[in-house]
T-cell receptor, first 118, second 109 residues
Framework: GAVVSQHPSWVICKSGTSVKIECRSLDFQATTMFWYRQFPKQSLMLMATSNEGSKATYEQGVEKDKFLINHASLTLSTLTVTSAHPEDSSFYIC??????????????FGSGTQLSVL | GEDVEQSLFLSVREGDSSVINCTYT??????LYWYKQEPGAGLQLLTYIFSNMDMKQDQRLTVLLNKKDKHLSLRIADTQTGDSAIYFCAESGYNKLIFGAGTRLAVHP
């Protein structure tokens, strides 16, 4: 089945540094990818929709200058958390929607990235 | 290992109730979730249940949890055409969410 690779699985960084998270669709092309965030013991929340070749669409309350999204190719989207602070510590997960629709329009998920900012 | 399974497809008539089922394997899951994916959109949280609860009702939605059998269900009363979507159940495994493959709900007149 379709595989989405998300890297890194976990990262620890100092406050003020930037962290980049990659999301790759390994065996399919994905025009659209989604980025989610989950705080401990809370549900998964959609942050933004990433579209290949165009600007990402951010959900209300998500700072686009804080969470930079680049979807430069049909198989790769990146999320960069700029000037990370402890409150950015969270679990981030991406999902990808195949460009070639099979009729199911299902999403395939990465395994997530746990970010801890010290 | 961790696994979440759900049926792939469900077709119901408008006005009937829909029941989407899900089984999971991680008995330590704290929360179990139902997410909805409309065509061309990302996941949106529909509802969730804490693992020490048996049932949760939210307007037309009823979530039932059988922890002994590790079975979760979502019932949608008075199903409408706007409910047509893919529904994902998910369990909160260790440090990550485990999603099922999604159930496509088709509502017909």
């Amino acid at each position: 089945g379709a595989v989405v690779s998300q890297h890194p699985s976990w990262v620890i960084c100092k406050s003020g540094t930037s962290v980049k998270i990659e999301c790759r669709s390994l065996d399919f092309q994905a025009t659209t990818m989604f980025w989610y965030r989950q705080f401990p013991k809370q549900s998964l929340m959609l942050m933004a929709t990433s579209n290949e070749g165009s600007k990402a669409t951010y959900e209300q309350g998500v700072e686009k200058d804080k969470f930079l999204i680049n979807h430069a190719s049909l198989t790769l989207s990146t999320l960069t958390v700029t000037s990370a602070h402890p409150e950015d510590s969270s679990f981030y997960i991406c999902s990808a929607m195949p460009t070639v629709r099979t009729g199911t329009e299902k999403l395939f998920f990465g395994s997530g990235t746990q970010l801890s900012v010290l | 290992g961790e696994d979440v399974e759900q049926s792939l497809f469900l077709s119901v008539r408008e006005g009937d109730s829909s029941v989407i089922n899900c089984t999971y394997t991680d008995s330590s899951s704290t929360y179990l979730y139902w997410y909805k994916q409309e065509p061309g959109a990302g996941l949106q949280l529909l509802t969730y249940i804490f693992s020490n609860m048996d049932m949760k009702q939210d307007q037309r939605l009823t979530v039932l949890l059988n922890k002994k059998d590790k079975h979760l269900s979502l019932r949608i009363a008075d199903t409408q055409t706007g409910d047509s979507a893919i529904y994902f159940c998910a369990e909160s495994g260790y440090n990550k969410l485990i999603f099922g493959a999604g159930t496509r709900l088709a509502v017909h007149p």
